[in-house]
């Protein structure tokens, strides 16, 4: 805007300086060339082309054409008047009249030539300019991006990341808060985790002893009416324990004790050792494509969680089982699709597909189910994209390719400690 701004008027300033300055010079040659050819004439030297010849030049800018008036009505002319010209008039004392003539065109081409400067210059400030504003976006954004990866950590339960300061006092500040907000944070996980522990302490030891108590009324009683009463006991208080089991499960899973940064080019490999045997002998196919990202998730998680689907599709579906990982949208998701060439998932069960104990009848209906829960727990979810053929896609939170997640997580697992993570 600036070059807009300025460029336009300095070009055509520079257009108007350099005609009124050749005109300035034409009326400067014109009144020199008059003041020689008057000397001549007074002195009474003849007057002939040759002399005229002498007032002109070849040079761009220079006259090309000579007219001058005698007195006595003579005219002498010498060189070939441009077309179209610009002409300068001199009359002497002595009533000679001398006429000077350029060529507009040689007056035009100095001009743009100095508008050609101003237009390199323009853009040699221009091309200045955007390397500065990219260097100065870059260091303003990049920060920005380490503080979002550190802000989906936290919320995922991690260690506090350590970032360098950036140098931008307000990013620092933020940072600052950040850091603050996690200690906050990591100590008020760290209570729930605790409380959960002991929940699980002093829940499990009562209904352990209640269920002994139970068990030895069944076996010593010989009333029939109180054994079923016992046993009607058991199975209450059998499904009271994995209720509380159920719920402690899903809030340790809620607090994203085992989220990390995952390499989906691990994850992936090792479902393709495991499941590759099985698809042949089945005589079927399995195409897994191979993906460069990194997402947040549990790693046995994740890895149960495409297993069930392999499973599903291989028992359910037909045709090859294809797996695809690609970004999803401007916030760096990741979805990862589970596609086979079946004849997809009942109309009736699509809506319910993954509701506890809904199964079309080859299975018990809890692995879907489980699977969509370890995905949110991973602040992701679970979907069937398409019925018919089933594809079922995984949403996952990814990292940014511009993140370097050395700096973003310095203490992160191994690509080999992932390996024998994901293999427990």
Known sequence: MAILLLGIPLAVFAFQFVRDAALRDLDSRTATAARAIEARYVSGEVLDESILENFLGTASGAPRHITVRLPDGTEL?????PQPSFRGSEVTESDVVVLLSI???DVFWEAARADLLVLVVGAVAVIAGTAMASWQANRLAAPLVYLAASAEQIGSGQTRPRLEPSGVEEIDLVAEELVRSADRMAAR???????????????RTPLTALMMRLEEISASTTQDEVRAEAEASLEQVDRLVGVVDELLGRTRRALGSGTELVELEDVLEQQRAEWEPAFAKAGRGLHIASTEGTVFAT???LSQVLATLIENSLHHGGGTTAIVARESGPNHAIVIEVRDEGDGVPED??????????TSGKGTGLGLALARDLVAADGGRLELSQRAPAVFSVFLQGVPRMVDLD???PH????????????R
Not at 189 to 203: I, P, V
Not at 349 to 358: D, N, Q, T, W
Not at 412 to 423: I, V
């Open 103 to 105: 060529s507009q065109s």
């Open 412 to 423: 992160r697992l191994s690509r080999s400690q992932r390996r024998r993570w994901l293999r």
């Open 77 to 81: 002319t010498a060189g070939e008047e």
């Open 349 to 358: 069960l699509a809506p319910r597909i993954f509701e506890r104990s809904v």
């Open 299 to 301: 790693p046995g998680g």
């Open 189 to 203: 996980l760290s209570a729930e985790r605790q409380f959960a522990a002991d929940a699980s302490h002093q829940l």
């Open 407 to 409: 700096t973003v997580v």
